[in-house]
């Protein structure tokens, strides 16, 4: 039997970004499950809304202003987002600095506009099922936003305090990469939550 060259590869860079990372895969396990979440609370509210013949039933739908406004901050924060994403994958420690703070002011903005949405819907949780799936979802999408707020700040502090390494850049690729899903899964919720009552 011949021995087995051996292959140096030292080289090699120990970090990748993409889908040749295995953060990348992870990142878009957790999304794939997270939508399906969303999915099955999308396909609750529509159920429920063939059940019940006046929809809302027995109060008004919600105020339009602050859903317009917080739709508004959280469309715009995917040009920083973009921006802090493509920093990161250039490692260029500067930009993603400024346009990680930048984004994190954006999420943070929506948070403060998401605890006033919870007002707007004009109906408790408790009051009927249109109240339950209205709260549930705005609930979920809270969450995610919650989850990447934190990871987003965390992040930050990181870029600032180190060490900075490439896999650091990687994390923060990522995480605008979950951005990107946190306003996508947005967009339906958005429709159902505040053009459902009058439209459908």
């Given at each position: 039997m011949r021995p087995v060259a051996a292959v140096d590869v030292s080289r090699l860079p120990d970090h990748?970004?993409?889908?040749?990372?295995?953060?990348?895969?992870?990142?878009?396990?957790?999304?794939?499950?997270?939508?399906?979440?969303?999915?099955?609370?999308?396909?609750?509210?529509?159920?429920?809304?063939?059940?019940?013949?006046?929809?809302?039933?027995?109060?008004?739908?919600?105020?339009?202003a602050i859903g317009i406004a917080n739709m508004a901050i959280l469309i715009l924060s995917a040009v920083p987002n973009y921006l802090t994403k493509r920093a990161s994958e250039k490692e260029d420690l500067r930009q993603v600095r400024i346009w990680i703070l930048v984004t994190l002011a954006f999420a943070i903005a929506f948070l403060v506009l998401r605890w006033f949405e919870f007002a707007s819907l004009n109906v408790r949780w408790d009051l009927n099922a249109y109240g339950s799936i209205q709260w549930t979802l705005l609930g979920l999408h809270t969450v995610h936003l919650l989850t990447d707020v934190g990871d987003t700040a965390v992040l930050a502090v990181l870029m600032f305090t180190g060490p900075i390494t490439g896999r650091r850049f990687v994390d923060v690729s990522e995480n605008s990469f979950y951005w990107y899903f946190v306003i996508a899964s947005w967009l339906p919720i958005y429709a159902l939550i505040y053009w459902g009552p009058r439209v459908l």
């Open positions: 990748a970004f993409g889908h040749r990372s295995i953060l990348w895969w992870g990142t878009l396990g957790f999304i794939a499950t997270e939508g399906m979440a969303f999915a099955i609370a999308i396909a609750a509210y529509l159920y429920l809304r063939t059940r019940i013949p006046e929809w809302p039933p027995g109060v008004p739908p919600p105020d339009l």
